[in-house]
């Protein structure tokens, strides 16, 4: 298994419309794709911001990168302070 981890430290006060825009988006890609499966969220608080991991899992790694931010939904850029983004890619040990 590989599991793709993003991180992004969020904008003060903006937790909960990022909370709402997560539940809207995955609302929207359940309707589009009935198969969908909605990333793991969580947050962690530290000092005045917080931040929010995201994390897709794969049976195998993609074959292309993928596109796990995306210009087509730029209102999710209005949550996260610029350059705070973080990719990271795990492969299980067996």
């Avoid at 309707?31 to 969580?42: D, I, L, T, W």
């Avoid at 911001?49 to 790694?61: A, C, G, R, W, Y």
């Amino acid at each position: 298994m590989y599991k793709v981890v993003l991180s992004h430290i969020i904008i003060p006060g903006k937790y909960g419309e990022l909370a709402e825009w997560c539940r809207e988006a995955d609302k929207k890609r359940k309707q589009e794709n009935p198969a969908y499966v909605p990333p793991s969220r969580f947050i962690n608080q530290y000092g005045d911001s917080f931040k929010v991991q995201i994390e897709f899992e794969h049976s195998e790694m993609p074959p292309e990168p993928m596109n796990y931010g995306s210009s087509n939904q730029p209102e999710f850029f209005e949550f996260i302070v610029p350059g705070t983004t973080r990719i990271e890619v795990y492969k299980s040990i067996n």
